[in-house]
């Protein structure tokens, strides 16, 4: 379990991080609501939310937030609603790999570009360590410059890797991407 603490943004508004639980999205339809706007910022992720996914999507993530052995979610919350969320995932069990997380992050548009995606990066890897994992990794879809920006600048993730191709976009143009790794010892 982490400590709840609160972030204030650059803009100042003040978010209050803690880990996330399930009673947390079942609160006011959070879950539901958050799913909307993961469909708002679908462009530059490599899972879709459809509405007609919306069950499927809300039973899966049900099932990591209740599964401490295979993740472990924080989020940022605004007025009681979700407005960011960032999932470590792991596998123990696999002893070659035991040491590997893999992550992904999502904020809310209204909430980009305010430093809080750092902040909750920055809290992950300390709770990865806590976790006993050295390494982190995650990916990113070419083009998504603020990710880019984030990941590589700020928090020095090394580029690993280049799946050409890997998504197809809304537009109909394919784009790579792109895997990045960090050792966190």
Partial sequence: MMEKSNY?????????????TVEDCEYNG???KMYQWLHQVNTFLTREFNESDL???????????SSPEKAFTIAGFFTAKIIAQTMLRYNFKKKKTSH?????IVIHPEFQHQ?????????MEQIAERKGLTRLEAAYVDGNIAAE?????K???QVEGRKKNGILMEDGEYRDVIAIGKLII
């Fill in 8 to 20: 204030k943004m650059q803009d100042g508004r003040e978010v209050m991080i803690r880990q996330l």
């Fill in 30 to 32: 959070n879950y539901e």
């Fill in 55 to 65: 069950e499927q999507n809300k039973k899966q993530f049900y099932e990591f937030l």
């Fill in 100 to 104: 590997v997380g893999n992550w992904g």
């Fill in 115 to 123: 430093g809080l995606g750092f902040k909750l990066l920055q809290l």
């Fill in 149 to 153: 920006t984030l990941y590589l600048k």
């Fill in 155 to 157: 928090l020095h993730y």
